[in-house]
């Protein structure tokens, strides 16, 4: 009686083949290209949405002012105490800045005004500002105008040296301008003639956001 033959099993064909160091290199190289893609998406984002898609809100109301060639000068001032008083006092922080004669018309006024006003509208980063005001001659200053801008600081300076740093537009003036000064002390920044103090405050807070100093 011949004993009972057990079946063999046939090795499974399904089960995994192992895997070969080229296979595995080449998962690898993947996962690092997926790695890098998700890491540079935002970058490639910015790119796009700054030189292609070209959004409105990069446009600047004010002039750009290349500071390289127009850093802060020896202006050799003095204060309205006559002691000597210079911009590189305000060093570290955002300067606005008007120039004007002493008798300060109508126009100097509202400058002065909105200066004040576009500082006060930046709320918890109006410290970081100061306000300038550059006077071109040695007479007295209205005790009105002391008092109704008080916190401006005033400078008396060489009119001539203004001349020569000051860029401004074709038909106007220094004194028809509000300037902005960067915290490293450079001219970076020119508003237009009776500019609009909405688009102003908008470019101003634009700047305080995009620095990390002053």
């Known amino acids: 009686m011949e004993k009972n033959k057990q079946p063999r099993v046939a090795a499974s064909s399904t089960l995994p083949l192992a895997q070969t160091p080229a296979s595995q290199r080449s998962r690898g190289r993947w996962k690092l290209f997926l790695v890098i893609a998700i890491c540079a998406a935002p970058m490639i984002a910015s790119y796009?949405?700054?030189y292609v898609i070209k959004p409105q809100s990069r446009t600047n109301y004010g002039a750009l002012i290349d500071p390289q060639q127009y850093p802060l000068p020896q202006l050799h001032g003095k204060g309205l105490d006559g002691k000597?008083?210079?911009?590189?006092?305000?060093?570290?922080k955002w300067i606005m800045l008007q120039v004007a004669g002493?008798?300060?018309?109508?126009?100097?006024?509202?400058?002065?005004f909105t200066?004040?006003?576009?500082?006060?509208?930046?709320?918890?980063?109006?410290?970081?500002?100061?306000?300038?005001?550059?006077i071109t001659d040695d007479q007295p200053l209205e005790t009105l105008i002391l008092r109704e801008y008080d916190g401006t600081e005033m400078l008396r300076v060489d009119a001539s040296v203004l001349r020569i740093w000051l860029p401004t537009e074709p038909g106007t003036m220094a004194s028809d301008h509000i300037?902005?000064?960067?915290?490293?002390?450079?001219?970076?920044?020119?508003?237009?003639?009776?500019?609009?103090?909405?688009?102003m405050?908008?470019?101003?807070?634009?700047?305080l956001r995009a620095s990390s100093i002053g």
């Open 48 to 50: 796009l949405t700054y």
């Open 84 to 92: 000597p008083a210079s911009l590189e006092d305000y060093k570290g």
């Open 102 to 112: 002493s008798d300060c018309d109508t126009a100097c006024q509202s400058r002065l």
């Open 115 to 134: 200066m004040r006003q576009l500082r006060l509208m930046q709320g918890k980063e109006m410290d970081r500002i100061e306000r300038v005001w550059l």
């Open 179 to 199: 300037y902005i000064i960067d915290p490293r002390g450079n001219l970076m920044m020119r508003f237009p003639k009776d500019g609009d103090p909405d688009k």
């Open 201 to 207: 405050k908008k470019d101003i807070a634009r700047l």
